[in-house]
């Protein structure tokens, strides 16, 4: 795998869904300072799931994981959505609460080859920040979006033990809808 340079990494539409109010982690810098955090590590780059991703790891200071651990008592919310407008709604389960502040942090880029809004180099699709010392692993509908081909999924085939453990993982967490 090729390290992209710092010139290269540019920050994807994508990833800007990620925000304080949304069900996913965020950062509370700016965009711009996202992108001098990750060129400023791109030396931690190791391939991710597919060769034309790379995951970055980055200090975990100003990241929110919006992952927790569901309780017996927990109100979950489901909705079917979709992540675009041409990918099908798939089920979305949410559980009321905080984010927490996140203990490792990954930043997923896409080389531009994978993302169509992307004409040259690498771009930032997905801040993923655990709310403990590992990584999350993936949820399993993203993991089937990947290994069906189905719309915007990255093909990729996960071994029995990949799907175990992020089916349990999500089987006992949930992202969190934030309230006040």
Known sequence: ???????????GDFVKRQTAESRFSHYDGTWDDLLN??????????????????????????????????????????????????????LVVTAQGRKVEAWHVEIVLYHHSALPDLDEGWGIVSLNASPNTEPVP?????????????????KVVYSSEEWAKAVWFWARHARVTPTP
């Open 37 to 90: 955090l990750v060129t400023d590590n791109l030396d931690s780059a190791v391939e991710g799931v597919a060769p034309h991703v790379i995951l970055v790891e980055v200090p975990r200071k100003g990241f929110w994981s919006s992952v927790v651990q569901l309780e017996r008592s927990e109100d979950l919310l489901t909705t079917m959505e979709a992540r675009r407008p041409e990918e099908m709604p798939v």
């Open 138 to 154: 993936m949820d399993p509908i993203t993991m089937a979006r990947n290994q069906l081909e189905k719309e915007g999924g990255t």
């Open 1 to 11: 795998m090729e390290r992209p340079k710092p010139d290269e990494v540019v920050v």
